[in-house]
């Protein structure tokens, strides 16, 4: 599911996902309930609850009906559904020794200045706007300091004894009791558990002392306390439903208890995939009591789950399921060491995931079954990776100072707390100021951020990641820094070109529009083993590019004045094996990535800490053994593999060619959002969704419409001749969502068209598509991490040349040749029918009659459309020499024909440029028709693109350029193009 729902809006996510989960479940279960619903109507069994999170059903039942449920073939199993004491599952105690004095108006406690909260609250992010829900014994929703964060439900009226939101739950106005099966989860007991924990994720200091993380979180209170293992799944179920951004919970369940680590795990992967991110303590059975609680099974569930991102250090997991999860587990420093030694009770990894280690680890047949998460194994015996890595990193835990209820019994407002249960809150805290500071990043770019930005303690002074520590001690200033810079465009700093043997390069440019100052940045290397250099203090400008160059016996690039070249410190690797590169910011955070695989080979280094997607496909053709170079194609930044050709040559300092193969990414793009019709006077641009309408299920007969979420998609729209502006237009802002089937108009002005249906949605983009009359144009159409969904050219009838902007971020074979249009009228275009899709100018006709929001029809008569046009692109790389670049397109039916051009020096004559006058007589052109040498053959699509560098030919001089393809028989030729070097 997470390559499908990945590259969503949050919004989106959820709503998918839920939906596909519910449905999915309440098929998968629907013999079960039937059965159950009869035996409940004999009086035999009692129907407890549905759980879509984890495709879990809950009863009460005869021993007979048990039985005859659990040899249904559509059931996995069927285990008790036990409560155990709260001593058993709460993973600290309250009133132990605080670590400091309460403060004085607000002042924060001494865990929360270890760890910089203070610092990120200065920057301006204290949570608010973050929706965390707290799933533990009950909360004190009253307490001074977290009566103003409690989350109130909207859609509740509190009271009426009605489900006015039909979640399920009636008169749920703050969170639900899950144990006690009702509306009112306030926990105000000495002692409170889950009020301590609520203190150190959200208490805003009203009463004299500052314990929370983020003081402006809202949190949802969900509690547990007495609450049976499917009580547990239901409240996080619940927290995905009513959209909290964050699970925090310092309720864990034990080896000894012989927890259903299965459901756990299919609980908190759905987590995930809707786009929650948990954090969770791990238990204070460490070192202490390894005994009863072994390795690997020491670490407590559900914080034994794999988190969102996997650490370079972890080692590979087993198998082809997906193997991350919504959560990050939470060790416990002590405050007898200034929060810098790990507690001995602290939880202490691996942890295993594997059906073989449990039955090894508990000497016989563990009860409950792994399947299908055999994916972290440990004993050698049972083909042992090494387990996953546990904790993810670690916080303040014994010896802190969090909310308590004494007050009510004329004490304090404040208690000491301890253990992993005090260490979580501090994470949970964490995760709602990184999204505080941006929120729109994903759950894996959240725990990417909070591990590559804790610091090392003076106990553990290892940058790796272990398992006793974790990746290190959360530091909430650097995290919210590297959060800015993933939300603010600095992530723009992009590699643009990899050369891995003659020469040994990158190149990195910046798409900003502000100066990056590359002090502290550095650039890595990983092919085998992991190398890094520093930039220097060097400042790159906007749109400059930066040289970074391998100091060997050559140590220079000679890149054209005024680029700049910086020397690394360390050799760049194998030309033909595969590789990693990325740029990190002195806070740590990958800024960007890439991942390419050894020639006609898989990638297989892993992550250094980016969140690239696929690899870069090298097939040998293109790259060779004596030197390999990738490009990526100018602009796009999708963080996938389809940002990225492989290359013949290289081209440091100067305008990608991108002329390659292009990569792969392991999410799809969305192909079923079309570019549909378009009039350029007035301006209005058609989309289509060219999906089915909705999706029908059997059991029980259900249909659910089908959407497809538009949320900062965009289009960049061009006029390709004279100056070749580009606009980039950016309507979808919030939630838009296109059903299968519909369409939707993009209009320049309040006015709609006037043709347009009834319920068809107009957006008014303001005066922002540049089109004119009688030009040709150009409309490209991007998801939201700027992947190229669609796009579309136009030229005029009289031309068989496309100009097209080379920095268009596209690559050369998204569309080639051109949509035809008329010369008189108002230059209106449409696609030929919904299903036409080549890719080309064969989908699109001349319209005579516009049909904006409905099929298009009206086509004009006699003009073909332009599939088989030949494709000039100029290059603006501002040096002389740099040349032009030629997308030669004929159409299918000259695959395999040998293209090639000719040229002329007639203007400098004064006789042309026509053929057969004056100066420009045939004559006068070098490599007649009929004289190879071809510069090669057209593809199976009939297409090549060309390069056409005159390195020769000084600047200043104006050539007239014939491109042509012939099969030895017929030749096509192009009109003149003039080129000036």
């Given at each position: 599911m997470l390559p499908v729902v990945r590259n969503m809006s949050k919004a989106d996510r959820r709503e998918y996902v839920i939906n596909l989960l519910r449905n999915a479940t309440t098929a998968a279960q629907h013999q079960v309930r039937q059965y159950l619903e009869t035996e409940q109507g004999a009086g035999r069994a009692k129907f407890k609850r549905q759980l879509w999170i984890n495709n879990v059903l809950a009863f009460e039942a005869t021993p007979a009906v048990i039985e005859t449920v659990a040899r249904m073939t559509n059931v996995m199993y069927v285990n008790l559904d036990r409560i155990e004491?709260?001593?058993?599952?709460?993973?600290?105690?309250?009133?132990e020794a605080a670590s400091s004095s309460l403060g004085q108006g607000g002042a924060p406690t001494a865990s929360l200045l270890k760890i910089n909260a203070d610092d990120a609250w200065a920057k301006g992010h204290t949570g608010a706007g973050v929706l965390v829900a707290i799933v533990d014994s009950?909360?004190?929703?009253?307490?001074?300091?977290?009566?103003?964060?409690r989350w109130t439900n909207p859609d509740e009226i509190n009271g009426n004894g009605i489900d006015d939101d039909g979640n399920g739950y009636i008169d749920d106005f703050c969170g639900w009791d899950f144990g006690g099966d009702d509306n009112d989860p306030i926990d105000t007991?000495?002692?409170s558990h889950g009020t301590a924990v609520a203190g150190l994720v959200c208490g805003d200091g009203t009463s004299g002392t500052a314990t929370g993380v983020a003081p402006d979180a809202t949190y949802i209170v969900l509690k547990i306390a007495g609450a049976t293992e499917s009580e547990w799944w239901e409240a996080y179920q619940y927290a995905v439903m009513e959209g909290a951004d964050v699970v925090d919970s310092s309720y864990s369940k034990k080896w000894p208890g012989q927890p259903d680590y299965n459901s756990f795990r299919d609980a908190t992967d759905s987590e995930l995939a809707a786009g929650v991110i948990h954090a969770n303590s791990i238990g204070n059975q460490g070192t202490g009591s390894a005994g009863s609680h072994p390795i690997p099974f020491n670490v407590s569930t559900p914080g034994n789950c794999p988190p969102p991102w996997m650490h370079p250090d972890q080692g590979a997991a087993v198998g082809t399921n997906s193997h991350i999860s919504a959560v990050m587990g939470c060790g416990n420093l002590n405050a007898t060491s200034n929060f810098e030694t790990i507690d001995p009770g602290s939880g202490v990894g691996p942890a295993a995931w594997g059906q073989c280690d449990a039955d090894l680890t508990l000497g016989g047949t563990y009860p409950l079954p792994f399947t299908p998460h055999n994916d972290y194994p440990v004993a050698a015996t049972c083909g042992g990776m090494g387990g996953l890595i546990k904790p993810d990193v670690c916080a303040p835990g014994a010896g802190t100072t969090s909310t308590g209820n004494s007050y009510l019994t004329g004490g304090s407002a404040y208690t000491g707390f301890g253990g992993t249960s005090a260490a979580t809150p501090h994470l949970g805290g964490l995760m709602c100021l990184v999204l505080s500071a941006a929120p729109h990043l994903n759950p894996e770019q959240v725990c990417q951020i909070i591990q590559t930005t804790a610091v090392q303690t003076t106990s553990d002074p290892s940058a790796a990641k272990d398992n006793n520590y974790g990746a290190g001690r959360i530091d909430c200033l650097g995290a919210?820094?590297?959060a800015?810079?993933?939300?603010?465009?600095?992530?723009?700093?992009?590699?643009?070109?990899?050369?891995?043997?003659?020469?040994?390069?990158?190149?990195?440019?910046?798409?900003?529009?502000?100066?990056?100052?590359?002090?502290?940045?550095?650039?890595?290397w990983k092919d085998g083993s992991t190398q890094s250099s520093g930039l220097?203090?060097?400042?790159?400008?906007?749109?400059?590019?930066?040289?970074?160059?391998?100091?060997?016996?050559?140590?220079?690039?000679?890149?054209?004045?005024p680029l700049v070249e910086i020397s690394l410190s360390f050799s760049i690797g194998s030309a033909s094996g595969d590789f990693a590169a990325a740029i990190v910011d002195p806070n740590g955070f990958v800024v960007d990535e890439v991942h390419v695989a050894a020639i006609g080979g898989a990638y297989a280094e892993g992550s250094l800490g980016g969140i690239f997607r696929g690899e870069v496909t090298r097939d040998g053709t293109y790259s060779t053994a004596t030197s390999g170079c990738i490009e990526r194609i100018?602009?796009?930044?999708?963080?996938?593999?389809?940002?990225?050709?492989?290359?013949?040559?290289?081209?440091?300092?100067?305008?990608?060619r991108s002329s390659g193969p292009r990569g792969a990414d392991t999410a799809a793009v969305n192909s079923l959002i079309k570019i549909n019709e378009i009039d350029d006077a007035p301006d209005y641009i058609e989309l289509y969704n060219s999906g089915p309408s909705e999706i029908c299920l059997p059991f029980p007969p259900v249909c659910i419409p089908l959407y497809t979420n538009l949320k900062n998609w965009f289009l960049v729209v061009g006029d390709e001749l004279g100056a070749q502006s580009r606009t980039i237009t950016r309507p979808f802002s919030s939630d838009t969502y296109l059903q299968g089937g519909s369409y939707l108009i993009l209009g320049d002005g309040a006015t709609p068209p006037a043709e347009m249906p009834a319920g068809t949605t107009y957006i008014d983009v303001s005066a922002n598509l540049p089109f004119s009359s009688a030009r040709e144009f150009s409309v490209v159409l991007y998801d939201h991490l700027g992947r190229v969904v669609d796009a579309m050219r136009t030229t005029l009838p009289d031309r068989n040349l496309v100009y097209n902007h080379p920095r268009m971020p596209t690559h050369w074979n998204d569309f080639t040749g051109s949509a035809m249009r008329t010369l008189s009228g108002d230059g209106c275009v449409g696609r030929d029918s919904a299903s036409t899709d080549l890719g080309n100018g064969a989908d699109w006709r001349p319209v005579s009659v516009r049909t904006m929001g409905s099929a298009n029809s009206g086509f004009v008569a006699g003009l073909s459309s332009n599939g088989d046009v030949l494709d000039v692109r100029g290059n603006e790389g501002g040096f002389p020499g740099d040349g032009a670049t030629v997308i030669i397109n004929g159409g299918a039916s000259a695959a395999g024909w040998s293209y090639g051009q000719m040229w002329s020096g007639g203007h400098l004559f004064g006789g042309g440029p026509f053929i057969g006058l004056g100066a420009d007589?045939?004559?006068?052109?070098?490599?007649?028709?009929?004289?190879?040498?071809?510069?090669?053959?057209?593809?199976?699509?009939?297409?090549?693109?060309?390069?056409?560098?005159?390195?020769?030919v000084p600047p200043g001089f104006q050539l007239d350029v014939l491109f042509y393809i012939t099969n030895g028989v017929s030749i096509r030729i192009s009109s003149i193009v003039e080129f000036d070097t």
């Open positions: 004491r709260k001593e058993e599952v709460e993973d600290g105690r309250v009133s009950g909360i004190n929703y009253n307490h001074p300091d977290l009566v103003n964060n007991s000495v002692g919210v820094s590297a800015e810079t993933a939300g603010n465009g600095v992530r723009r700093l992009l590699i643009t070109e990899v050369s891995s043997g003659n020469p040994d390069y990158a190149e990195i440019t910046n798409f900003t529009t502000s100066a990056i100052d590359l002090t502290g940045w550095t650039f890595v220097g203090t060097t400042v790159i400008e906007p749109g400059q590019t930066i040289g970074l160059v391998e100091c060997g016996a050559v140590c220079s690039l000679n890149l054209p004045a100018w602009g796009l930044d999708s963080d996938g593999g389809l940002d990225w050709t492989d290359q013949v040559d290289t081209s440091p300092g100067l305008e990608n007589a045939p004559q006068n052109w070098l490599n007649l028709l009929g004289a190879p040498p071809f510069f090669g053959s057209l593809d199976a699509d009939g297409s090549a693109r060309y390069d056409f560098m005159p390195s020769s």
